[in-house]
């Protein structure tokens, strides 16, 4: 089993967490998500690439797109 660390610019909240957790759990391979967001931390522990966890992170909206934040499902 691979571990994949990475700083994800822009996962600030809980939402942002959920939301990235939520896609990489849906990801084949991987075993187990720890996401950080007061330091922008993500962990996914599994069979899986820092290329695939970074290409299921690009697919959710977060960060520069506040429009979830406007919406109510902020912090």
Do not use: I
Not at 54 to 63: I, R, Y
């Amino acid at each position: 089993m691979s571990v994949v660390e990475l700083q994800v610019p822009g996962m600030t909240c809980r939402h942002c967490v959920r939301a990235v957790t939520a896609r990489l759990r849906d990801l084949p391979g991987v075993v187990a998500v720890e996401a950080d967001a007061e330091n922008a931390k993500l962990v996914v522990h599994g069979e899986v690439t820092a290329e695939q966890v970074q290409a299921a992170v690009a697919e959710v909206p977060f960060g520069g797109d506040r429009k979830h934040h406007a919406e109510g499902a902020g912090g």
